[in-house]
Each structure stands twice: as C-alpha cells, then as structure tokens.
C-alpha cells in the first residue's frame, strides 16, 4: 500500500500463503487496534511484512507482528507507549517517546522473538512533561535470539543534571540515565567585562541545562551600596542563549 491505512477496533492484517504485504516509500500503516496480533498470518503459510514508508503503533498495551511473518524493516517505526513485537528485526528509523518507568504504558518499545540487527537512526523524544533522573532504564529493544549493531545516529533529549547512557547487550538496547558530573559551560556575553554601566540585566549561554544558577552583584566601591543576588528560574537555566532582567535596583556610582 502507498497511501495512508489506518486499522482500529479489532482489525487485524491477514497475508496469505507466503504473500507479502509492501508499505512502500511514502505510505503510512497506522495500528491503533486492540486486537494483539494485528499483522497475521493464515495456515496456509506464512508471509512477508516490507515496511519501507512508515509504520505507527498509536495503541497503548502490547501487539505483535507475528513472528512467522518475516518483517523487512528500511522504512520508520514510531512507537508511542505501547510493545511491538515482531520476529528477527532490522531497524532503520526507530522513533520512540518516553513519558514515565513502565513499558507499554509509559513508553515504547520493540520487542523481538528471534534476533535484531541494529541500526540506522534512533530518536527519542520526552512526553506527559516527564522528566528522568539518575537511575532510572529504559529497555527499548528486547530480543529472544543475539542483537547485533548499533544505533548510527542517536537523538537524546537533554535532561538537567543527568545524561543518557546506552547499553547494548546480547538481548536488549537500554537507555540509562546516570546523574552529570559535569557541569555546564557558562559563558557571560553582557554586560561585557569592565563596563562602566549601570544595568542588571545579564547576558550568556548555557551549554546545556543547569540544576541551580545564582547571579551575584557584590560591591568592591564607590558609592555605598550592597551585595545584591538574583537566583535563577527553571527558564533561566534552559541550555541555550538568555538575556534576564533581574529586576534589581543598583545604586549609581557604585562599584
């Protein structure tokens, strides 16, 4: 098929006796079914799977592309938080979204009866406003025989105070989540170094997000003043360039 095939309720896709079912460059296959076994195989035989456009499992819970119907993969797999099964696998666009602890509830993952060769592009993309913290997994990949490879190209959200760890073993890819030791790169870009201004607002860049952030004005001189702290907010501390107001008032003349 090469346009866009949603199956709900509890449709099901039947190949017959070692037919093959093509969604080709371009098509779109939407699964959004309860039924378990949504991609099915007669009797008769057994069949292929092609995917080379798109392929969404839009349902919650675990489905399966039977694993006597070998299942060609050179397209894009978008899980939302539900299992797909399948049997040996070849991964080229995995798109996957996280949104709490639980497989097939809070996230998306394959499962695979048989062995997975691993590759391509891997994204994955944060949802329900969940954040991970050190110590928290993710198992994306399971599989019953060896997993082979690794991901070429990985997209990983930034999460604060932490950073994503991949494991690849035998039978499962898992995403970890281990606390950043590392803190972020500041770099101040107003006011610059030395002037002679009387302004609060600040300039710079976060390398990547920050956990806490304070700006301090201290007084070396001049007029009499006081040591004056601003304390950053959650918008503050985003990764990228800011421009803030702090809001404080500083005495003129002072140092």
Do not use: C, K
Request: glycine fraction near 12%; charge should be negative; aromatic fraction near 6%.
């Amino acid at each position: 098929q090469s346009g866009v095939a949603t199956f709900s309720d509890t449709s099901w896709i039947y190949i017959n006796g070692g037919g093959v079912l093509n969604n080709t460059a371009g098509g779109v296959l939407n699964l959004n079914t309860s039924n378990s076994v949504p991609i099915n195989y007669t009797a008769s035989g057994t069949g292929t799977f092609a995917n080379e456009g798109s392929l969404n499992q839009q349902a919650a819970g675990t489905h399966s592309i039977n694993s006597s119907v070998s299942f060609i993969n050179t397209g894009m797999i978008t899980l939302g938080s539900g299992i797909l099964g399948t049997g040996s696998l070849s991964t080229a666009v995995t798109n996957l979204s996280i949104g709490g602890l639980i497989a097939g509830t809070d996230y998306g993952r394959l499962a695979v009866s048989g062995s997975a060769t691993i590759a391509g592009t891997l994204n994955i993309s944060l949802i329900n406003s969940f954040i991970p913290a050190p110590g928290d997994s993710f198992a994306i990949l399971t599989s019953t025989g060896t997993s082979t490879g690794t991901f070429s190209t990985v997209t990983l959200p930034l999460i604060p105070a932490a950073v994503w760890s991949p494991s690849y073993t035998a039978n499962a890819v898992t995403l970890n989540v281990v606390a950043d030791t590392t803190p972020p790169v500041i770099s101040a870009t107003s006011p610059a170094a030395n002037a002679l201004i009387n302004t609060s607002t600040v300039g710079y860049t976060l390398s990547e997000p920050a956990s806490a952030g304070v700006v301090t004005f201290l007084w070396t001189g001049g007029t009499v003043d006081t040591d004056h702290t601003y304390i950053f907010t959650s918008v503050d501390m985003a990764a990228g360039s800011h421009v803030v107001n702090t809001g404080i008032s500083l005495v003129n003349g002072a140092v």
